[in-house]
Nanobody, 114 residues
């Protein structure tokens, strides 16, 4: 099972950008499907973006064209580049890993506000 640690959250104005990182420790990182989820207050956790072990990506409709997920298997890290941020992107963002087991990070807060 991987241990996941997110970083890169913060406060940004609408239209701004942030890059989230998720560093994984453990074996066989390259075999895991990785994902970014988010949860806003009072809302259910939702998938934002995912990337398979083979590099195939998928996105929620609400972030298509604005967010990009990528992975660096040499660094055991997955990234989420977020551009053109909107207030409705405000949430706690969680990293997820799935293969033989499922792991979650502790989350990082993203606040989009003027």
């Amino acid at each position: 099972q991987l241990k996941l640690v997110e970083s890169g959250g913060g406060v940004v104005q609408p239209g701004g950008s942030l890059r989230l990182s998720c560093a994984a420790s453990g074996r066989f990182f390259s075999l895991y499907a990785m994902g970014w989820y988010r949860q806003a207050p009072g809302e259910q956790r939702e998938l934002v973006a995912g990337i398979s072990s083979g590099g195939v990506t998928n996105y929620a409709d609400s972030v298509k064209g604005r967010f990009t997920i990528s992975r660096d298997n040499a660094k055991n890290t997955v990234y989420l580049q977020m551009n053109s941020l909107k207030p409705e992107d405000t949430a706690v963002y969680y990293c997820n890993a799935r293969w033989m087991s499922t792991s979650w990070g502790q989350g990082t807060q993203v606040t989009v506000s003027s």
